[in-house]
């Protein structure tokens, strides 16, 4: 679930500002573009008008429908949009990764794009296990403002976890919720796990829970501020209790772990690994 590749040097213009979320006056963003010229929503860093026509060396099209997530978009009435398999290939294009890190056909594309779209929904579903158990009463429904990848920025649990042993996340995205009003960013780790990846599905439904088991996703409110860390706490003896589902299973030491099995701890143990990761919700 990491975002489509984007670019790096943006321009910016002007401000514009969007939506309002949970109330207020909306959101103030940078009106930027990218060194090809195109317009960026600053909330997914991804082209306001993305191209849908085939890549240069590309030898037949893909598909061009896009998914409307179950994810509340901040500013809107609406939801978040997946991006299509033909916007993610441009996207991969545009940035050179056709041809480096993990091989991958125009086959693969449209199973990347499903298992993106299925794992951003259960990120959603897990994070509202947080806000529905601890903040209903304020707010009933919460959006999701704006998001970012950063794959190369261990989370502070993370950084622990493989201090001690445990194999690295694969992927990092932080996602800026509204909570009726109030900015809450959360940070999710993603891990793949070899043992638990059979009989994962090709091409899995949007909410099939069981479809990615080789996938597991850490989602929790990040430690920005005493209210979050309360959550956390409260979190964590809600499921001691019981009182809550318990935290997912993250992948074992490579020291508990067989031969066979340790090859886990990395996602370059499959092919696939890291690509179901490779975008998350795009506008």
């Not at 991006?83 to 890190?101: C, E, H, I, V, W």
């Not at 056909?105 to 579903?125: A, Y």
């Amino acid at each position: 679930v990491r975002n489509l590749p984007t670019d790096n040097h943006l321009t910016v213009k002007e401000d514009v500002v969007i939506g309002g979320g949970g109330g207020g006056d909306g959101y103030k963003y940078p009106h930027a573009y990218n060194v090809y010229g195109e317009v960026i929503d600053p909330t997914n860093n991804m082209p306001k008008q993305p191209k849908q026509q085939m890549a240069p060396g590309q030898e037949r099209p893909l598909p061009t429908d896009r998914v409307q997530s179950h994810i509340p978009k901040g500013g809107t009435d609406s939801t978040w949009l997946y991006p299509s398999p033909q916007m993610f290939y441009n996207a991969l294009t545009r940035k050179g990764k056709r041809d480096t890190g993990d091989p991958f056909t125009l086959d693969d594309v449209t199973t990347i794009v499903s298992i993106h779209n299925n794992l951003n929904e259960r990120t959603w579903r897990e994070l509202m296990q947080w806000e529905g158990r601890l903040h209903a009463d304020a707010c009933a429904q919460p959006t999701l403002l704006r998001f970012c990848g950063r794959p190369d920025d261990l989370t502070p649990k993370a950084w622990l976890r493989t201090w001690l042993g445990y194999p690295k996340p694969f992927d990092r995205h932080d996602w800026t919720v509204d909570r009726c009003g109030t900015l809450v960013r959360y940070v999710i780790d993603y891990y793949y796990d070899e043992e638990t990846s059979q009989g994962d599905k090709e091409l899995p439904a949007l909410h099939d829970d069981t479809a990615v088991r080789g996938i597991q996703v850490d989602v929790r409110p990040a430690v920005d501020s005493f209210g979050s860390l309360f959550d956390r706490i409260r979190m964590f003896y809600m499921r001691r209790t019981g009182a809550a589902p318990p935290a997912p299973t993250i992948p074992r030491p490579s020291f508990f772990s067989s031969s066979s099995s340790s090859a886990s701890s990395s996602p370059s143990a499959s092919p696939d690994a890291p690509e179901p990761a490779a975008a998350a919700a795009a506008a």
